[in-house]
């Protein structure tokens, strides 16, 4: 099975590598069109700004390899974000996967909540195969400021000043606002039925 990581300017690549190796997966990191269109298994992981991430992938005609992507690909943190059509970052548009508008945590008025949401939260409603064998209310790791809407395609909730998408899927194209690479084992299943797809 060949798995490839899209290389592009926001990528946390190295924990998600570190994650397939305990799996026994071998990745391969590239922004090769040909690698990209013949893995059996894409993950689009990311860590960054949306404008800048959306840009870089335009120029190398990334955005219309990933949407015409018919394999398994799973969006990760700001991957999941950019799946989606507009985000508040800089008003970006993205590419339109999940009709999703990505919005900005607002910090209530009691400013108990900071932003960004950093630590571990659980999840709930969980609606996927990527989820098989992983509990109701399991706790995973997330880093973010901006959040999915709930929309039709939400197939886990997490909450943190509003309830949002804390994972989407939509035909092959799975995304997760956490970090499954730094969620101990619950995150590591998810990541393992994914490759199992």
Not at 6 to 29: C, H, P, Q, W
Not at 48 to 62: D, I, T
Not at 164 to 182: G, I, R, T
Request: charged content about 20%.
């Amino acid at each position: 099975m060949k798995t490839v990581i899209i290389k592009y300017n926001a990528g946390n690549i190295r924990s998600v590598m570190f994650a397939l190796d305990r799996l026994g997966v071998e990745g391969t990191v590239t922004d090769d069109v040909e690698e990209i269109r013949s893995a059996d298994k894409v993950i689009f992981p990311g860590v960054g700004e949306a404008s800048s991430a959306m840009r870089y992938l335009q120029e190398r005609k990334l955005d219309q390899v990933i949407t015409s992507l018919q394999q398994p690909v799973l969006g990760i943190c700001l991957g999941m974000q950019l799946l989606c059509k507009h985000s508040e970052e800089n008003d970006t548009k993205c590419l339109g996967i999940f009709d999703v508008e990505v919005r900005r945590f607002q910090s209530p008025v009691d400013n108990l909540l900071k932003i960004p949401q950093i630590g571990w939260n659980n999840i709930t409603g969980l609606y996927s195969t990527m989820f098989e064998h992983v509990p109701e209310n399991s706790y995973m790791y997330f880093v973010h400021s901006y959040y999915a809407a709930l929309g039709p395609d939400t197939v886990a909730t997490a909450n943190y000043v509003i309830n949002y998408s804390a994972a989407l899927q939509k035909d092959n194209f799975y995304a997760v606002q956490f970090h499954p690479e730094k969620s101990a084992t619950e995150g590591q299943k998810i990541l393992d039925n994914f490759l199992k797809l």
